[in-house]
DNA sequence: ATAGGGTTAG
């Protein structure tokens, strides 16, 4: 150490002899030695530092353009830090080197410090470029406002804009361009100010013309075609305009347009080629984009990796999982070594192979990447959250380097479909804590986990926050709120929600016909179909379901078997198992077990768990013993674990009386080791949960409970109420039956919730079972008694009870 | 020292 800094004195002792000529030419050396690195280059850094490190040994203090050079290579090579620390100690920095560190730090995301550094720039040392890398810097941090106000401060402070400054706040503008933007005003301005024949304004001009086109509101053709006239008039263009223009016309759905002015190019980069490829991509001409890719082969132009990542997209979302497999062949053929394949289409890949369902394939090309990025990351994550796989998702999730936005959000929706809705709303307030800012996609998350947890309170609250945060024009949460006030029994405010959304989709649609499906509104659910074929959205596999549910829980046998037909008729899309499922569902509900059986002899397919429960129930319903006794053999077949089959079973016994055979179910049960789901009720009551499980002596306000449905009890029976103990399901004595129906966890449940909220308040209870029927006759005289509505959602649909009648017109 | 185009994660 004390050697060190001997031999540095010595140094500095040496250079303070040179004389002022002897300095010079040591400057110059040094200056000759920094313009050889070239920027962005990674062996640039080390040289630099090497030479800087040479400078400080030798005791040279560089100043002036040697500095600047060395703050730049800096900042180019992502070593903000020293750069700065540089930078620091300057005690006048120049103009130049305050400009570098504006503009590194713009790059850096970090407009803070940018205009930190520009603010503390007295007026007398600022020039237009140091406004305009800091407009840049604006714009490249997406705020195109403050951009615009700075350009204003720029003109006042007298100083004259030039191509830079023009082109920059151009793009600024395209930022928050929308059909209120005037361009032609903008057009007049450019030409005002005498930049309007230089090739990159005009460029930018267009770009903003283009994005104001894709506005939703706006003349897309008349603009765009104003667009491409300034790009036929241009004297020189570029290839950014050729692009500029391909890409201004794919943006607005208009391929054929792009493909004309791509075809009229002489020498067509790669970057046009990407730009149609994606094009197609995007607007779902899938076929277009692979024969594009060919073409580009044949015409030897080498496929970069945005070609690549391009088309592997293309063919992820088509489900071409063979197209896709040629692909990746052809990119290992192209690319010798799997090593040389670069990150983002590793990243392509991983998507492309578990949309196509080869989860264990996109983990294996996760594992085998040299390098990994977040979107690597992000991608494996909703790889095992999309397949179900929420163990591996949350260890992925733990493990992984860094986490940003997309992956909390798809972490919360994961968690919330696949019923972990109390895990996805932690997740979604520590996201919070963690600082980030959710976005729409978490917030529908948030949302869905309140759904699955009928968390209506809380659902309110979030949909409150959602407002606050400016996302209430947003698709993916418009469409949650549906469902989760749905879910959560206030079916008019799914309706509300529907109806204030500036755009809807299939997905809405769906949601919206279920809601009114599940809550016994048949003939509306069906109208709101009607209304979608009308305005021309195409429905889905998912939005059959929805409509063969309807039916069923209507009982309208007739429409729902010409849905069904119309399926592949009118729409091609081929009814699946769960179709069948839902029709015979349709059918054994109504009583028509006959036919349902034929309709499981002339399936195009072997009958699966899904159809043998539907006509299982609906024997149970009807008492069908045969086919109800061979339904349930075969589901012992195929899932002897499954507790649903014994109860149905032995419920069908029940009814009829023969306790024997229910006895023997029981055991079945028993030596099979399956163990019944155990039903339990729960209501929200001042944004806390109640959980009632039968004949509850947990909760600590159960006494109040059972004391409060004697007294109940007493009103109803003078109203006609017979407790129906046909719905015990266990041989015991009468008295013993009236008291087993008694403590029903959804009677608890309901009572709790009369007792605790507000007077006249609407209860909402939810059931995981099945309800009983005993307690839907009761929740009849309930609702009369106390003259207060009372809603109950089983697993499958929900009753409002009102004024001594059930929405479901006793047809469950 | 400052500008503008094509890609991948829901």
Redesign the pocket.
């Known amino acids: 150490m004390k050697n060190a800094a001997a031999a540095a004195s010595t140094s500095i002792n040496l250079i303070k002899s040179l004389r002022e000529s002897d300095i010079r030419s040591v400057a110059n050396c040094y200056a000759a030695q920094l313009q050889l690195c070239c920027?962005h280059s990674s062996t640039s850094y080390s040289l630099a530092r090497c030479v800087h490190a040479h400078m400080i040994t030798s005791g040279f203090r560089p100043r002036g353009h040697i500095l600047?050079?060395l703050i730049?290579i800096y900042c180019?090579s992502s070593y903000l830090v020293y750069a700065h620390h540089l930078f620091d100690k300057i005690p006048e920095p120049d103009?130049?080197a305050?400009?570098?560190m504006i503009?590194a730090y713009s790059?850096a995301g970090n407009p803070e410090l940018a205009r930190e550094i520009f603010r503390r720039t007295p007026l007398s040392v600022r020039?237009?470029?140091?406004?305009?890398?800091m407009i840049?810097g604006y714009?490249?941090n997406n705020d195109g406002h403050a951009a615009i106000e700075l350009f204003r401060d720029m003109k006042r402070d007298d100083f004259e804009p030039?191509?830079?400054?023009f082109?920059?706040i151009l793009?600024a503008l395209?930022l928050i361009a929308d059909q209120e933007t005037h361009c032609q005003q903008l057009h007049c301005a450019v030409a005002k100010s005498g930049t309007g024949l230089?090739?990159?304004?005009v460029?930018?001009l267009i770009?903003v013309y283009v994005k104001c086109a894709s506005s939703p509101l706006a003349s897309s053709s008349l603009l765009m075609a104003a667009a491409k006239k300034l790009f036929d008039e241009m004297r020189v263009r570029?290839?950014?305009?050729?692009?500029?223009i391909i890409?201004g016309y794919v943006r607005n759905g208009d391929l054929d347009a792009a493909r004309q002015v791509f075809d009229g190019m002489n020498e067509k980069?790669?970057?046009?080629w990407?730009?149609m490829?994606?094009?197609y991509?995007?607007n779902c001409f899938v076929p277009e984009a692979l024969e594009m890719f060919r073409k580009m082969h044949l015409s030897g132009i080498k496929h970069?990796?945005?070609?690549?990542?391009?088309v592997?997209?293309a063919c992820?979302?088509a489900g071409l999982f063979l197209h896709g497999k040629q692909v990746h062949a052809y990119i290992l053929r192209m690319e010798k070594l799997s090593q040389d394949v670069?990150?983002?289409?590793?990243?392509?890949l991983?998507?492309l192979y578990?949309?196509c369902g080869k989860v264990d394939e996109a983990r294996l090309i996760f594992s085998s990447m040299p390098t990994r990025?977040?979107?690597?990351?992000?991608?494996i994550l909703?790889a095992y959250?999309?397949a179900g796989r929420i163990n591996e998702a949350r260890s992925f999730f733990t493990e992984m380097p860094e986490r940003?936005?997309?992956?909390w959000?798809?972490m919360i929706?994961g968690l919330a479909q696949n019923g972990f809705g109390e895990e996805g709303l932690k997740l979604f307030s520590q996201m919070k804590l963690e600082g980030l800012k959710p976005?729409?996609?978490?917030f529908a998350g948030a949302i869905t986990s309140c759904a699955a947890l009928a968390a209506l309170e809380h659902g309110r609250q979030l949909h409150a926050q959602l407002v606050r945060f400016g996302f209430d024009s947003s698709l993916s949460a418009g469409n949650a709120l549906i469902t989760m006030y749905a879910r959560c029994g206030v079916v008019e405010a799914a309706h509300c929600v529907f109806l204030t959304m500036p755009y809807v989709d299939s997905v809405s649609w769906n949601a919206m016909i279920a809601a009114l499906g599940q809550h016994g509104h048949g003939a509306q659910a069906l109208e709101h179909f009607e209304q979608m074929l009308k305005e021309n959205i195409l429905p889905d596999r998912i939005t059959f379901l929805t409509v063969l549910s309807t039916c069923s829980h209507a009982g309208l046998v007739k429409q729902g078997r010409n849905y069904f037909n119309s399926m592949h008729k009118l729409y091609g899309i081929s009814p699946g198992e769960d179709h069948y499922a839902r029709l015979i569902d349709l059918l054994c509900r109504a009583g028509k077990i006959s036919e349902a059986k034929d309709v499981v002899q002339t399936m195009p397919f072997e009958p699966g768990a899904p159809i043998w429960e539907a006509l299982l129930s609906g024997c149970r319903i009807h008492g069908n013993m045969d086919v109800g006794i061979e339904a349930a053999e075969r589901l012992f077949e195929l899932m002897p674990q499954h507790d649903g089959t014994y109860i149905l079973l032995s419920n069908m016994y029940a009814n009829v009386g023969r306790w024997d055979s229910v006895a023997k179910v029981r055991k079945l049960m028993r030596d099979r080791g399956v163990k019944k789901e155990p039903g339990c009720s729960w209501v929200e009551v001042e944004s806390s949960v109640h959980v009632f499980l039968v004949d509850d002596t947990v909760h600590p306000e159960v006494q109040a409970v059972y004391n409060y449905l004697e007294e109940l009890g007493l009103k109803m029976r003078k109203l006609g109420y017979v407790p129906d103990t046909k719905y015990v399901l266990h041989d015991m004595e009468s008295e013993q039956k009236e008291y087993a129906l008694s403590t029903h966890s959804e009677k608890l449940a309901v009572a709790f919730g009369l007792l605790k909220l507000p007077l006249g308040a609407t209860v909402r209870v939810f059931k995981n079972l099945r309800i009983c029927g005993d307690c839907h006759n009761a929740f009849k005289f309930m609702s009369k008694v106390v003259a207060r509505e009372i809603i109950v959602r089983d697993g499958k649909r929900f009753h409002h009870f009102r004024n001594g009648d059930c929405s479901c017109g006793n047809y469950w």
């Open positions: 920027p600047n050079r730049d180019k103009i130049v305050r400009t570098t503009a790059a020039d237009t470029v140091c406004y305009n890398a840049t714009s490249h030039d191509n830079y400054t082109t920059s793009a395209a230089v090739t990159s304004v460029n930018a770009s570029d290839e950014l305009s050729w692009t500029t890409t980069l790669v970057v046009a990407n730009a490829i994606s094009g991509v995007h970069d990796e945005f070609t690549y990542t391009s592997l997209s992820a979302n670069s990150l983002s289409v590793n990243n392509a991983i998507t578990w949309k990025d977040l979107v690597s990351w992000n991608a909703s959250v999309n940003n936005v997309l992956t959000t798809v929706s976005c729409d996609y978490a």
